[in-house]
C-alpha cells in the first residue's frame, strides 16, 4: 500500500496547462526591410509566401514526453510512502536493576535443593533470576555487581538473554571480597539518573516531533549475605537519596542471621533500606525460598507495559524522479536524433537539386555551342 505524505502537491499537476492557455507565447522582435512593391514580387514568385512569425510547435511524442515527466516530478513531491507489514512493538514500563554481592561469602555451600544438593549461593541466584527474567516481559533490566566496590555489569536492557549471559559470567570475588551495600544503591541510582539525562537529551536532539514515554516504575533489587563494610555512603543515606527520586529498593538476605562478625547480616539495616524506599524485605535460607521471594517480588511489581501498533514506511519518491530523468534522456535523444535526420534530409535534397542544376547548365551550354 502506498501513503502519500504531502498530497497536496497533485494540485500543482495542471499548472502547465494553466500557464500555457493563459499566458502569451514568447515572442522577439527582428529587423526588416520594409518593401514597397511586396505585392508586385508575390504575383512573380510562383512559391507561397510564408509567414512571418515562426511557431515552435511539438509533436505529439514530444507533449507525451513532457507530460510524464512533469506527472513523476509532481508524484516525487508527494513523497509517495510504502507502508509495511503491520507490526507491534512493546513500550517498556519498568526499569528494574538487579545488584547482586559478590563478596567471598557467596562461594558458602548452604543452599540445598529438593534432592539434596548443595549450591553455592551465587549458583542459587542464578537460577532463580533466570525464571525470574522470564517473567519480566516489558521489563528492562539492568545489573550491578558489587565487593570492595560496585561495578555496573549490564546497562539497562530489554534483551533477556543478554542479561543472563552476563549474569552467568559472574564469579564470586570478581568484585573483591568485602560487602560496599551502600556503594551499590549510590551505583543504582545515579544509572537512573544518567538514564533520565540522556532520554531528555535525545528528545531534545530529535526535535519535539519525537515524544519520550518516561518509565514509570524504578525498582532496584539488591541480594547480599553480609553487612556493610566501610562504603562510601551508608546504606541508610543512600536509600534516603532513592526515596527522594522514586526509586523502590527490595531486599534479600541471603544466609544464617545467627552467623557472627563480617558476614553477619544486618537485618535492621536491610529492613530499614527496603521501608525508607516503599519496598519490602525478605530472607531465603535455600533455592525454594529464594524462589518464592522472586514470585512475592513479582506480585509486588506486576509486569506494566503498553504495546503499540504500527506500520514501517519506505520512502520510494526517487523512483519517479528516476523515471522523470529516464523519460527526459529518451525524449532528448529522440529530438537530436530527428533533427539530424531531418537535416541531412535536407541537405541530400539540395545536392541533388544542385546535380540537376548542373545538368542544365551543361546542357545549355551544348546548345549554344551548337
Same mark, same amino acid.
Given at each position: ?160 538473554? /543478554? ?6 559470567? /559472574? ?200
Amino acid at each position: 500500500m502506498i501513503e502519500l505524505a504531502h498530497p497536496w502537491w497533485l494540485l500543482t499537476f495542471p499548472l502547465p496547462y494553466l500557464v500555457y492557455k493563459f499566458m502569451p507565447a514568447y515572442r522577439t522582435r527582428r529587423a526588416a526591410v520594409k518593401v514597397p512593391f511586396f505585392d508586385v514580387l508575390n504575383t512573380l514568385i510562383p512559391d507561397a509566401p510564408s509567414e512571418g512569425a515562426v511557431k515552435l510547435r511539438p509533436s505529439w511524442w514530444q507533449r507525451i514526453a513532457l507530460l510524464t515527466t512533469w506527472l513523476m516530478l509532481v508524484f516525487a513531491m508527494t513523497q509517495p510512502m510504502w507502508l509495511g507489514k503491520s507490526q507491534t512493538r512493546t513500550l517498556i514500563g519498568r526499569d528494574v536493576m538487579v545488584v547482586v554481592d559478590l563478596s567471598g561469602s557467596m562461594a558458602e555451600k548452604d543452599f540445598l535443593t529438593p534432592y539434596g544438593e548443595k549450591h553455592t549461593r551465587l549458583d542459587a541466584v542464578k537460577q532463580v533470576l533466570a525464571q525470574f527474567s522470564q517473567h519480566r516481559d516489558g521489563d528492562r533490566l539492568g545489573l550491578i555487581l558489587f565487593g570492595d566496590a560496585a561495578y555496573l555489569q549490564a546497562p539497562f536492557t530489554a534483551d533477556h538473554e /543478554t542479561w543472563l549471559a552476563l549474569l552467568d559470567e /559472574t564469579q564470586v570475588g570478581m568484585a573483591g571480597q568485602s560487602t560496599h551495600l551502600g556503594d551499590a544503591i549510590g551505583l543504582a541510582i545515579k544509572v537512573f539518573n544518567d538514564q533520565a539525562d540522556a532520554a531528555k537529551q535525545a528528545a531534545t536532539q530529535q526535535g519535539s516531533a519525537v515524544v519520550t514515554r518516561p518509565v514509570k516504575e524504578k525498582v532496584v533489587i539488591v541480594l547480599t549475605d553480609g553487612n556493610d563494610t566501610d562504603s562510601l555512603v551508608p546504606p541508610i543515606d543512600a536509600a534516603k537519596v532513592a526515596a527522594s527520586r522514586d526509586i523502590r529498593i527490595h531486599m534479600i538476605a541471603m544466609g544464617d542471621p545467627r552467623t557472627v562478625g563480617e558476614q553477619a547480616l544486618d537485618m535492621e539495616v536491610i529492613e530499614q533500606v527496603a521501608s525508607l524506599t516503599g519496598g519490602q524485605s525478605f530472607q531465603a535460607l535455600s533455592p525454594a525460598e529464594l524462589t518464592r521471594v522472586y514470585k512475592k517480588i513479582g506480585e509486588l511489581e506486576p509486569q506494566q507495559y503498553d504495546s503499540t501498533t504500527y506500520r514501517p514506511k519506505t520512502s520510494m519518491h526517487f523512483m519517479p524522479i528516476m523515471l522523470a530523468l529516464v523519460i527526459y534522456l529518451f525524449a532528448f535523444s529522440l529530438t537530436t536524433w530527428h533533427a539530424k535526420r531531418k537535416q541531412s534530409h535536407k541537405g541530400s535534397k539540395k545536392s541533388a537539386i544542385s546535380d540537376i542544376d548542373t545538368q542544365n547548365t551543361q546542357t545549355d551550354n551544348g546548345g549554344s555551342h551548337v
